[in-house]
């Protein structure tokens, strides 16, 4: 026998809030209600229908596909028609969860009744059936696979094998299992084998052509970066041939002791997949290390660079056929990628270049930065939601030629290393606003603070909370914004934070509540879901007439 696990209907129940006399004659009201209507349906109910959910915990995913059968047709058949009350679900193999089994739902006899099928299936299965794994390459799995399973559903229809392939993700391995009768195997096996091949698959490490020491990683890292940005991969992709290109965050991780930058290319042509493959190494081949140079310049500076709508950087590209890559989009690393893109010996291009934006930037003197130290508390207040406060604190920079950069925490980006401060640098007198700015901005976040830290702290009898908080929390909300304050309420205590006065008005009012709430007497009556209907009446008239 396997294991099951029942899965029991929710009961909900009636809550009746009033003075005593009042509840007395509304449980009167409903139980008259449940007598004259519900009971005989709920009798009527457990003798015609009586539904569950079960899980069949016991069976291994390697016998789910032969359990549902070709084209799901054990599924069918134990399903039935229309008049057959059981849905029966089975999991992917190939895609399981801890939790994933089996799953029966409908009539409780039609549940034991395919329970039984499944169960006895399941043991003649494990006697006559054998299974053997196979190392088929990750990358390959996902054509084994198929749409939504379905190449896997069509190798069990043609062999009459079982194909479990292990999650797509790294550490779920390569061995692919092949499960059915003894006779069978072999030529599943060979069928898996022969679909695995029929896609030619080749893997490109870019490290293994600049090279995988610490050089040759840098290479590979400023090439990858250059070509994404010029989209001059995907170009290569052709009609019928997959390109993968790695994540930049897989490309910046790459280290000494794991040196890999791998691109596949996938095909069913595997001419065609050799020839991107070809065009791909003539890439990198095309970019050699030569090309390829960086300059530190003050970020503050780099609007003088790039010019208006870009001109400066037209300009570089012009005079040296140089291309110039920030570091990152926010303008915040002051390495600037240089690459030469022309067919001479590229050293004095890339020395031009960077003696003129040194030129550049030599001519504005005046950058200075200033450290403020700020308490990491204040430092979401300073930068807003998305950046929006920080952005206004520091004002429009878009016409500028110069620019203040803000770092909040201090320069590192390591969450870790966050400090206390606050870095302003920039231009002598945008600087000197901008901290203006940062300082007024904190100095009234801590009068605020200080004006609104009255705290009032006090309990109410657990059960009366979600009357406090109202449904979807709409009460307690609207507390909230009648006093301005914050309001919090959990197991019975209550936390209001805000303006000593209108802090203190606040509990007065929730206490009066709770005192209300005290003179009702509150009675529960658990009743199904399906028969609340039968409670409220047509449009409500059974409702109004308890009450």
Not at 154 to 162: D, S
Not at 279 to 287: E, N, Q, Y
Not at 403 to 426: A, C, I, L
Not at 447 to 463: A, G, K, L, Q, W
């Amino acid at each position: 026998m396997t294991a099951s696990e029942d899965i029991e209907e929710e009961q909900v129940e009636i809550t009746i809030e009033g003075i005593d006399a009042a509840v007395t004659k509304a449980k009167e009201e409903i139980n008259k209600i449940i007598d004259a209507r519900v009971l005989p349906l709920m009798i009527d109910f457990l003798i015609q229908t009586s539904r569950k959910t079960e899980k069949l915990t016991d069976i291994p995913p390697d016998f789910y596909l032969l359990i549902a059968g070709p084209n799901d047709s054990n599924i069918t058949e134990w399903e039935g028609g229309d008049d057959r009350d059981i849905k029966i679900r089975i999991p992917n193999p190939h895609h399981p969860a801890s939790e994933d089994h089996i799953t029966l739902a409908g009539h409780r006899d039609l549940i034991a009744e395919v329970r039984e099928k499944i169960e006895t299936l399941y043991q003649k299965l494990k006697s006559t059936t054998t299974s053997v794994s196979v190392g088929v390459p990750r990358a390959q799995h996902r054509f084994l696979i198929g749409d939504r399973g379905d190449g896997i559903k069509a190798l069990l229809v043609e062999t009459g094998c079982a194909v479990i392939v292990p999650p797509l993700r790294e550490e779920a391995g390569d061995k692919v299992v092949i499960r059915s009768e003894t006779s069978k195997v072999a030529a599943g096996l060979s069928k898996v084998l022969e679909k695995a091949a029929e896609v030619t698959l080749v893997a490109v490490d870019l490290t293994a052509l600049t090279g995988k020491d610490k050089k040759g990683i840098a290479h590979a890292r400023n090439l990858y970066r250059y070509a994404r940005r010029q989209n001059l991969f995907s170009k290569l992709a052709t009609e019928g041939v997959n390109l993968t290109i790695p994540k930049p965050s897989t490309v910046m991780a790459v280290a000494e002791n794991h040196p890999s930058i791998t691109f596949e290319i996938d095909g069913k042509d595997a001419d065609a997949v050799f020839k991107v493959e070809s065009a791909l190494k003539s890439l990198v081949k095309s970019l050699p290390a030569e090309k390829f140079d960086s300059i530190e310049i003050d970020p503050c500076l780099h609007g003088i660079l790039i010019g208006k709508k870009g001109a400066g950087l037209q300009s570089i590209k012009d005079q040296f056929n140089v291309y110039c890559l920030f570091e990152s989009q926010d303008d915040s690393e002051p390495e600037i990628l240089l690459v030469y893109e022309g067919s001479d010996e590229p050293g004095p291009a890339l020395s031009g270049a960077k003696d003129h934006m040194k030129h550049l930037a030599s001519t504005i003197p005046d950058i200075e930065e200033q450290t403020l130290h700020i308490p990491r508390k204040y430092h979401k207040i300073i930068v807003g939601p998305n950046g929006t406060t920080l952005n206004a604190l520091i004002g429009d920079q878009s016409d500028r030629a110069t620019r203040v950069n803000v770092y909040v925490g201090g320069k590192s980006r390591d969450p870790e290393k966050q400090e206390d401060v606050v870095v302003v640098r920039g231009p002598s007198k945008d600087m000197q606003r901008v901290v203006k700015n940062i300082n007024d901005h904190v100095a009234e976040a801590k009068h605020t603070e200080f004006i609104t830290s009255h705290v009032e702290e006090f309990t109410i009898p657990v059960d009366y909370s979600k009357n406090i908080i109202g449904r979807g929390g709409k009460r307690i909300q609207e507390l909230r914004d009648r006093f301005g304050v914050q309001i919090k309420v959990d197991e019975g205590k209550v936390h209001i934070q805000g303006v000593k006065k209108n802090a203190e008005e606040a509990r007065k009012v929730i206490q009066t509540i709770v005192n209300e709430l005290k003179d009702d007497t509150i009675e529960r009556i658990p009743v199904k879901n399906e028969h609340h209907g039968h409670l409220i009446g047509e449009k409500g008239t059974a409702y109004f007439r308890v009450r």
